[in-house]
């Protein structure tokens, strides 16, 4: 397997594999276990490394076995701070987040939204290029209280509330 030239605090290194996210999740959960306690929904999370790595395997790797991601999770209150690093071939991932249209029903393509969904959720979404080459995504997401309704829920229930009230 290659290797970073650096490494850096907090990051651990996941090798390509189709059973790098159950590995990477398994580390993960202590590191989110405070934050769940406190009710956070961490679930969006699980659900952007998935996305992330996925694609470095797929596409950056091209589904090659052994080959190093570097993955940071820092939770600061209600956001985490993720950080995806890889030797792969240089891919602005954000840019093509910000550019990317879902392809016509009639085409039959499967996926291809995923970056753009998963931009979608987070406050923000950086692409950079390592001075060692490859990539290296940062991204803030708030993670949601799990039971607390959503802005669209409350804006819906007030919608209603008031409706009724008119009545």
């Not at 306690?37 to 996305?51: F, K, N, T, V």
């Not at 993670?143 to 009724?164: F, I, K, N, Q």
């Amino acid at each position: 397997m290659r290797s970073f030239k650096e490494s850096r605090p907090g990051e651990w290194i996941v090798a390509t594999s189709q059973e790098m996210l159950q590995e990477l999740f398994s580390r993960l959960r202590s590191e989110l276990a405070p934050a769940e306690q406190q009710g956070y929904d961490s679930s969006r999370l699980y659900l952007l490394l998935d996305e992330l790595l996925s694609n470095v395997y797929r596409h950056g790797y091209q589904g090659r076995d052994g080959e190093p991601i570097g993955v940071r999770v820092r939770m600061q209150g209600e956001r985490a701070h993720v950080v995806v690093r890889d030797l792969a071939p240089t891919f602005d991932s954000a840019g093509h987040a910000l550019t990317r249209k879902a392809p016509p029903p009639e085409s039959g393509s499967r996926g291809g939204m995923g970056l753009f969904i998963i931009s979608s959720m987070c406050e923000s979404f950086d692409h950079r290029v390592p001075h060692e080459g490859g990539n290296a995504v940062y991204v803030v997401m708030k993670l949601p209280r799990r039971g607390a309704p959503t802005e669209t829920e409350t804006r819906e229930a007030s919608h209603v509330a008031s409706r009724d009230a008119g009545q």
